[in-house]
Every structure is written in C-alpha cells, then in structure tokens.
C-alpha cells in the first residue's frame, strides 16, 4: 500500500526506498519485496507531508518535509529529515526561513547537503552537514 508516492531513491545495494506523500517511506529489497515502513507523518506535531527524498552513498535516506512544528524531540520546524538504511532517525535541518520551501535536494560523496528551496521572493539553495 502505498499512499501519494512523491519520491523515489535506489541505494548501492538496489534496495529502494518510496516515500509518500503522507508517509511513510517504505523500503523494498533489490526483488520488490517488502522490507520495512519508517518516517511516518505525525500531524499535528510532526511532519505533515513529504515532498521529496534522496539518499547518500552510505544508503542513507533524507526526506523533504513540510512540517508544522517540532519532529522526534525537536523544537523546530524541520525541512529535511535523515533517516539510516535501516530507517532510524538520524537528524534533521531546517531551512535558514520559514519562507524557504522545499523543493529537492542532493548529497555529495562528503556527505553535504544541497537543497533546493522556494519562497515567494527567491529561488536559491541551503547547504546542511551533520555536526
């Protein structure tokens, strides 16, 4: 079951990973099989949409989020959140604005973060890195 697929990433081990519109992302081995379900929408608190996702080289999973507030223990509004292979939450980043919306983003063999963001007065793109 799959609820409004907005994105799709294929790790290095074919693994491939779904994430829906109102969650969650869902993991499917290299055979279509069903692995496992993580980052789950959790309104009105948590995230409320994902809009996007990629992965890194390590298999790591980050999900484009609209959220309305805080996200597993958080206090912010958080734009992209990471998630491990096996789908445990990493972190999570929030745009510099509440005005900057996502839109995609992409990770460098470093693990860097680029992302695409939207406002009604500017296009442009924010860098992230885990501390």
Known sequence: ???????IFV??????FVTGYYGPTQKY????????????????????????MTGDKWGNVYCMVRAK???????????IAKYNNNGD????WAFSTP???????????????????????ELGVETFEEE
């Open 1 to 7: 079951q799959m609820n409004a697929p907005h994105g």
């Open 11 to 16: 790790d290095r081990n074919s693994d491939v």
């Open 29 to 52: 081995d290299a055979h279509g099989n069903y692995v496992l379900a993580f980052a789950h929408g959790d309104p009105p608190d948590g995230p409320v949409y994902f809009h996007n």
């Open 69 to 79: 507030s805080g996200y597993q223990g958080d206090t912010k509004d958080v734009s």
């Open 89 to 92: 939450y990493v972190t999570s």
């Open 99 to 121: 005005e900057h919306e996502e839109t995609t983003c992409t990770v460098d063999d470093d693990g860097k973060v680029y992302a695409l963001f939207t406002s009604k007065k």
